[in-house]
């Protein structure tokens, strides 16, 4: 088969602009502040305000109090501000919320600005923003991170990612217990990774559980890892696949649930990749 790297395409004609409006958030964002949460709603608020209601953009106060304008639009302008608006991870009761408003404006940001003209498929603007937030999202961010279009996590602040790690289109990463991605791990498009799970008696009864993903792994397509699950290293989890229990290093698990159909070719002698545990796995 050809190996086809990835081209490095010629400078956008706006790219002078986009050069300055990311530098202008990195700087909002590196300032020494004393309400962390407070200044990034409002960082939010202003950016998001530009992008989609420019002509208020100055006035957001203003306008949001002009009974003139359709209640539909006041409402709309105060959905700029994530001080007005809940995320689904705010009504679990094991939310930190010390930890979670700080970073709350920064995944409205991110969530916002994917569904705007400017974000949409723009994929070197939006891997460039997405980098800089998760950053100050995660509990740690490697280099090179790679994030496209629409990927939604629970916290945030549970993340644990190493270097060079990729997450594709329409990924939910559920944080809820701990979500740790090692080096080179590469997320496809439409993948779900969890870390809690509940009770099939009562939906109430929630268990948490910290889903690891070692260096090299492959979750490819529309698979699912459920929480709690440890991924290998260079494991994958082949498309569609549902990963119930632990992923063998060197893998490749398929089906639901997901069993080894084979081992990848590059893989080191088996005494060396399994662990005693996984010797006795009849799968």
């Given amino acids: ?3 086809l790297p990835l081209r490095t395409l010629p400078a956008t004609g706006n790219a002078n602009i986009a050069e300055a409006w990311l530098e202008r958030i990195e700087d909002r964002l590196s300032r020494d502040v004393v309400d962390v949460a407070s200044d990034r709603a409002l960082l939010c608020r ?25 209640i539909g639009t006041r409402l709309a302008l105060t959905g700029l501000d994530p001080r007005n608006i809940t995320l689904e ?9 010390a930890k979670f408003q700080p970073v709350m404006p920064l995944l409205w940001l991110w969530y916002s600005f994917d569904r705007t003209v400017l974000g949409g498929q723009n ?16 509990k740690s961010c490697g280099e090179n991170f790679k994030a496209f279009q629409f990927v939604e996590f629970s916290f945030g602040y549970n993340m644990e990612v190493g270097d060079n790690v ?3 289109r329409h990924v939910l990463l559920d944080d809820r217990g701990g979500i740790r991605l090692a080096n080179s791990v590469s997320i496809s498009d439409f993948a779900n990774i969890y870390s809690h799970t509940h009770s099939i008696v009562d939906q ?8 690891v993903l070692d260096e090299g792994v492959r979750i490819t397509y529309h698979a699912t890892v459920l929480a709690g699950v440890h991924v290998g290293e260079q494991g994958m989890v082949g498309a569609s696949a549902v990963a119930t229990k632990d992923v063998r290093p060197y893998h490749v698990y398929v089906g639901i649930p997901a069993k080894s159909v084979r081992v990848k070719p590059n893989a080191p002698e088996p005494g060396t990749i399994l662990r005693t545990s996984e010797k006795r796995d009849p799968r």
């Fill in 89 to 97: 991870p705010e009504f679990y009761a094991e939310c930190d919320d």
């Fill in 204 to 211: 109430r009864d929630v268990t948490n559980a910290l889903t």
């Fill in 123 to 138: 994929v070197g603007l939006g891997v460039r923003l997405r980098r800089m937030l998760a950053k100050r999202i995660f």
């Fill in 166 to 168: 990729v997450v594709h």
């Fill in 46 to 70: 202003e950016t998001l305000a530009e992008l989609t209601y420019p002509e208020y953009a100055a006035n957001w106060e203003t306008a949001v109090a002009d009974e003139k304008l359709p």
């Fill in 1 to 3: 088969m050809p190996f």
